[in-house]
């Protein structure tokens, strides 16, 4: 198979130009990849992944102090393993939808329950009594976002690194 080259019907001064790579093309192009990787790289460690789980379920109250109202909620089944440890949760109840009250779990029940959304199981979360002067009333829905985890995006990627949290 013979190859038919062009290349030897121009002067040598014209194959010596044709030949050869523009240095400071190869330096712009090398350090703009090196800069775009460390750009990554940075980001990669500081940028947060956050995890969040919803649910819903409506406002208890348990005893008889007028003072002790909880947030019965029902998270999905699928979430059981990952709340091994107290999370925090952003509860918004029906008709206080401007003022998220942050409280932690208080309980959780370890069998499933049957909801229209698939199996779940309950958690609870202590409520004030009252939001904006106004008292919370039972049978109320409420609903709550609770972060699971808030790993950066290099501790997702490799979970060892995490492992000392």
Same mark, same amino acid.
């Given at each position: 198979?013979?190859?038919?080259?062009?290349?030897?019907?121009?002067?040598?001064?014209?194959?010596?130009?044709?030949?050869?790579? !523009?240095?400071?093309?190869?330096?712009?192009?090398?350090?703009?990849?090196?800069?775009? &990787?460390?750009?990554?790289?940075?980001?990669?460690?500081?940028?947060?992944?956050?995890?969040?789980?919803?649910?819903?379920?409506?406002?208890?109250?348990?005893?008889?102090?007028?003072? *002790?109202?909880?947030?019965?909620?029902?998270?999905?089944?699928?979430?059981?393993?990952?709340?091994?440890?107290?999370?925090?949760? &952003?509860?918004?109840?029906? $008709?206080? *939808?401007?003022?998220?009250?942050?409280?932690?779990? *208080? $309980? &959780?029940?370890?069998?499933?329950?049957?909801?229209?959304?698939?199996?779940?199981?309950?958690?609870?979360? !202590?409520?004030?009594?009252?939001?904006?002067?106004?008292?919370?009333?039972?049978?109320?829905?409420?609903?709550? *976002?609770?972060?699971?985890?808030?790993?950066?995006?290099?501790?997702?990627?490799?979970?060892?690194?995490?492992?000392?949290?």
């Amino acid at each position: 198979m013979e190859t038919n080259s062009n290349i030897q019907l121009r002067s040598e001064r014209m194959r010596h130009v044709i030949g050869r790579v !523009p240095p400071l093309l190869v330096n712009v192009g090398t350090g703009a990849i090196t800069l775009i &990787m460390a750009l990554l790289f940075v980001a990669v460690c500081y940028v947060h992944y956050p995890v969040t789980v919803e649910a819903e379920g409506q406002v208890i109250r348990t005893g008889s102090s007028a003072d *002790s109202v909880q947030a019965l909620l029902y998270v999905p089944y699928k979430y059981k393993q990952l709340f091994n440890h107290p999370h925090k949760a &952003m509860v918004t109840v029906e $008709g206080y *939808s401007d003022t998220p009250i942050v409280s932690h779990v *208080s $309980g &959780m029940s370890p069998v499933p329950v049957k909801r229209a959304v698939g199996n779940c199981f309950a958690v609870t979360v !202590p409520l004030p009594a009252t939001l904006n002067r106004q008292p919370i009333y039972r049978g109320l829905t409420a609903t709550a *976002s609770f972060q699971l985890s808030n790993y950066t995006l290099l501790q997702l990627l490799f979970p060892t690194l995490s492992s000392a949290d």
